[in-house]
């Protein structure tokens, strides 16, 4: 849906779609090789099976259900990396399913199995405060934590929903802006003007946001200008 080749010249490493909320085999074949020529590391963009939905719905599947569905598409996208010459380095879950484990337990649990019976040194990546960042420390799991250069935050620091207006950010200096802030004083301004703390080792820039080429670039410089260096955490 969006320039990844293009987005590859700013980002260290890339979320791709495993199949079930975007992507199928020539055009996740084709990120891999597209990947695995600019040095960008891979993570594994797992969802619902919802392609219909772009996996931003809930679904009300059992655990052995979801863990069985991450699994498949872990598995998926690693054949395609190991094609390409690269490997699935991360765990990163997607929309409906990301912000679900923040809260739901039962469905964190069932991605941190997954995650887990695949290989436990695989890193997840996810929203600071997460149930499964929890569950996942708990079994010695390596977390990292994230923040989001195009979405406004609410004061509980979790993500405006996209239903909500104001929840894609698209002004490219104020997010650079943000975005420098939050590297070097570890603070956002939240939608009610309330400074909030969040604590992230990683910056994401949905490809698919429009304008987001030149929204990463922005985020890249300002980052570099003050001093902040990027690279892979996987």
């Known amino acids: 849906m969006g320039d990844d ?17 975007g992507g199928d085999p020539s055009v996740i074949a084709q990120t891999c090789r597209d ?4 040095g960008i590391t891979v993570g594994a963009h797992v969802a619902y099976r919802d392609l219909a939905g772009f ?3 809930f679904l ?21 990396a190991h094609a ?5 380095r991360y765990v990163k879950p ?34 600071p405060g997460a149930v499964a960042a929890e569950i996942a420390s ?26 909500e207006p104001g929840a894609v950010l698209h002004d490219e200096k104020l997010v650079a802006e943000r975005m420098v802030r939050l590297a070097t004083e570890g603070t956002l301004t939240a939608v009610d003007g309330t400074e909030i703390r969040v604590e992230a080792a990683s ?9 987001a080429v030149a929204m990463a670039a922005a985020v890249r410089a300002g980052l570099e200008g003050a001093g902040v260096r990027i690279g892979s955490f996987a």
Do not use: W
């Open 94 to 127: 997607h929309g409906a399913l990301y912000n679900t484990i923040v809260h739901h337990s039962v469905h964190a649990r069932a991605v941190v199995d997954a995650v887990k019976a695949y290989d436990p040194e695989l890193p997840l990546l996810l929203l």
């Open 35 to 38: 990947a695995a020529a600019a």
């Open 55 to 57: 996996g931003r719905r």
């Open 138 to 163: 708990a079994e010695g799991m390596r977390v990292v934590t994230e923040a989001f250069a195009d979405r406004a935050y609410t004061p509980e620091g979790t993500l405006v929903s996209r239903r």
């Open 203 to 211: 910056i994401c820039v949905h490809s698919d946001t429009p304008g």
């Open 84 to 88: 390409a010459g690269t490997a699935v």
């Open 60 to 80: 009300d599947c059992s655990p052995t259900e979801l863990a069985d569905d991450v699994l498949y598409q872990i598995g998926a996208l690693e054949a395609m």
């Open 5 to 21: 080749a293009a987005i590859f010249r700013s980002v260290s490493s890339a979320n791709v779609a495993c199949g079930f909320h």
